[in-house]
């Protein structure tokens, strides 16, 4: 098995291809390791010393070390558990641990416009952020401001504050002009 890595805007974290299915839908963020208790393979990556946080798309999985580790001591390990994980048929996720979908649902008098953010978020931002080992999900739409959630190589990124007032913001401005503001939500 050959695990691919690339980096990401963010440099506390990195992104691994292992060449199979992460997730078959959605995505799973595991900030902390108390998080990862629905996933076998996040619980071994939080093993390694120096990690901080896992996140899983689709064919990648995202991990984030500690300001005070080096990539030289925390990415051999983390390359060793991933194959670990993969070669001995372990489930990513067990039980009821699904991955998330993304989308907070929204009813009443804004939901059209809701819906065009989604269809916006699904196919022009979801994807981009995908490639830099993230994901950004809708949180709400209250009086022109979207509330967005960063995960992954996102959350964190010195570039963060960037992508989602410059790209993200101007994005949805200009599609939908009822969107006046975009803003960052915690988990």
Known sequence: MFIQTESTPNPATLKFLPGLTVLETG????????????????????AVPGVSGVFFG?????????????????KPAVL?????????????????????????????????????IKELLDTRVRPAVAQDGGDIT??????????????????????STLTLKMG???????YIPEVTEVRAVAP
């Open 58 to 74: 689709s064919d990648f999985v995202t991990v984030t070390k500690t300001d005070l580790d080096s990539w030289d001591h925390v």
């Open 168 to 174: 993200i913001e101007n994005l949805l401005r200009h």
């Open 27 to 46: 995505t799973a963020d595991f900030p902390t390791a108390e998080a990862a208790g629905v996933s076998p393979l996040a619980r071994r990556i939080f």
């Open 80 to 116: 060793g558990a991933i194959m670990e994980h993969f070669q001995s048929g372990a489930p990513v996720m067990e039980g009821d641990g699904q991955a998330a979908g993304g989308h907070a649902d929204h009813s009443g008098p804004d939901a059209a416009i809701v819906s065009q």
């Open 138 to 159: 809708f949180h709400g739409f209250d009086r022109g401001v979207v509330y967005l959630h960063m995960q992954g190589a996102c959350a964190g990124c010195p570039s």
